[in-house]
């Protein structure tokens, strides 16, 4: 069985732990490598590299990183269908969602190809008489990365590419459930030719976590991932001095109007919930519908979550793949046993005809009168399994979006601008759509939500992602 290795110091090594996991694919339940659990023995050696290297790539012109992440950029359009292949086999996402996980990705590299313009900083001649002064961004050192099992091939693009344009070195942790995607892009990384320990990979958990949140030698950490562990990153790495951007989990609401349109808003409806298994940080949970939206959707929801057909994410025509792991099936069905313990209505129960498949998968479930007390109107299920609201007014919905402590995204579905503006206006969730099932903020926006759904200052991306990575330089000078 292939043991994955990690990339340390411009090449492929293995960990010195000879601890590791399987790398299932969620569809055959295949065992397609196994994925080294690293130590901090394994840590320290790449953090070293990184730290070695950063003097140099501090110094190296901005134009010339831009060539580094350009050049990856083409290898990255030219391996498009080979790496989304990779991410369909190790999460289960159809091929079409994994070319969409690596086309977002890819947008991130083209933002960052910009850096000589979007580093720059500002100056104002005379702020005394004869007295000049320039603000610099300056990189600060090494950074590192922890990322999720959802977006196997973007995430990592959401931070690598800018903080290595702006001239400091990383370290990444990928998801341990799916290493396999960043093990081929770090090959493609290697025949970019950067120097020594500009960019590291170091396989692991919850050890090689900690390890980053606490290793002396790094100055900051990105991360998405659950919210209970975006919290235990944010406050172990700013316990120890760093700068930490924790993105968190979600659960959240899509408000429809009686007024929407009823076919395209049906579609994007159940692409929002349905869409990669649910397993998407952006995905509808909970779909509030308010007054007479409640009679026009509730029995077309069901019949368009009926049609998805379900199965192995590189045949044609399947439009759900399955849930990540033996395990998150399990979890998402104890979600479902709760939903009808505490009183929801089952209209469409997702686990018949999956109770023995070979795969994880589960069909689409759609649960009726579910209210925000309940478990699955409350918690992340993270699965395909979509909770309907009734709502009286506008008002109500969004009292109810606001009494949740997440708030990563919402969507309204409406024609009437005065609802649209009033919603946008008084809901919290800082990523939002109106007519949008996934409200994705692109590359060149930030990305990240509000409340418990995000820990730092600074979000993902877009002009964030320069700052995040930077630090300001106030020089004023005289000359007698
Ligand atoms: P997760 O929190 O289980 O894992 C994320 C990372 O943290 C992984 O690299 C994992 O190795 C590590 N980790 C897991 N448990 C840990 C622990 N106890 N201590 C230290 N480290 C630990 O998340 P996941 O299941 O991989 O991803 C799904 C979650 O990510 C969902 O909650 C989803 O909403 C969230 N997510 C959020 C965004 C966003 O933009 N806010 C984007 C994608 C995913």
């Not at 900083?121 to 099992?149: Q, W």
């Not at 959802?150 to 990592?156: R, S």
């Not at 809901?427 to 990305?447: E, L």
Request: glycine share 10%; charged share 20%.
């Amino acid at each position: 069985m292939r043991i994955l290795q990690n990339y340390v110091d411009g090449e492929f090594v293995s960990s010195s732990s000879s601890e590791v996991l399987d790398v299932i694919n969620p569809a055959t339940e295949e065992v397609l490598a196994q994925v080294p659990l690293s130590n901090r023995a394994d840590l320290d050696q790449a953090v070293a590299s990184a730290k070695a290297a950063f003097p140099s790539w501090r110094r190296t012109p901005a134009a010339e990183r831009a060539k580094y992440i350009f050049r990856f950029k083409n290898l990255m359009e030219e391996h498009l269908d080979e790496i989304a292949t990779l991410v369909t086999q190790e999460h289960g996402k159809t091929f079409a969602e994994a070319q969409g996980d690596v086309r977002r990705g890819i947008d991130n590299l083209d933002v960052a190809c910009g850096i000589p313009s979007l580093m720059q900083g500002e100056s104002l001649e005379d702020v005394g008489r004869g007295i000049d002064c320039v603000s610099n961004r300056r990189a600060l050192g090494v950074f590192g990365a922890i990322t999720p099992f959802n977006f196997p091939a973007m995430v990592p693009l959401w931070f690598m590419p800018y903080a290595i344009a702006t001239g400091n070195t990383f370290v990444l942790k990928p998801s341990e459930q799916v290493p396999l995607t960043q093990q081929r892009m770090f090959e493609l990384w290697h025949q970019v030719g950067l120097p020594k320990g500009v960019i590291q990979m170091v396989h692991g958990a919850k050890e090689m976590v900690n390890g980053l949140c606490e290793h002396p030698d790094i100055v900051g950490v990105s991360f998405v991932g659950s919210t209970p562990v975006a919290k235990h990153v944010y406050e172990t790495g700013t316990r120890h001095h760093k700068r930490v951007q924790a993105l968190g989990g979600a659960k959240n609401f899509l408000v429809v109007m009686p007024d929407a349109e009823p076919e395209m808003t049906t579609q994007v409806l159940s692409d929002s919930c349905f869409g990669c298994a649910g397993e998407r940080c952006l995905a509808g949970a909970t779909l509030i519908l308010v007054g007479q939206a409640y009679e026009i959707f509730k029995d077309r929801l069901v019949q368009k979550a009926k049609e998805i057909k379900v199965g192995n994410g590189l045949e044609p025509d399947v439009l759900m793949g399955p849930v990540i792991s033996k395990a998150h099936k399990e979890r998402v069905i104890g979600y479902i046993e709760k939903g009808v313990a505490e009183g929801a209505e089952l209209l469409l129960d997702g686990r018949v005809g999956y109770e023995n498949s070979k795969g994880y998968f589960l069909g689409p479930t759609v649960f009726d009168k579910v209210t925000p007390e309940m478990t699955i109107g409350r918690e992340e299920v993270f699965g395909p399994v979509l909770c309907l609201i009734k709502a009286d007014s506008l008002d109500q919905a969004v009292a109810i979006i606001e009494k949740h402590e997440l708030a990563n995204t919402t969507s309204i579905f409406t024609q009437n601008g005065k609802w649209a503006r009033e919603f946008a206006y008084n809901v919290s969730p800082s990523m939002m759509g109106i007519n949008i099932g996934v409200a994705a903020p692109m590359s060149f926006f930030n990305f990240g939500g509000t409340k418990q759904s995000f820990f730092g200052d600074l979000k993902a991306h877009g002009k964030h992602g320069i700052e995040f990575y930077t630090e300001r330089k106030v020089v004023i000078t005289r000359w007698f």
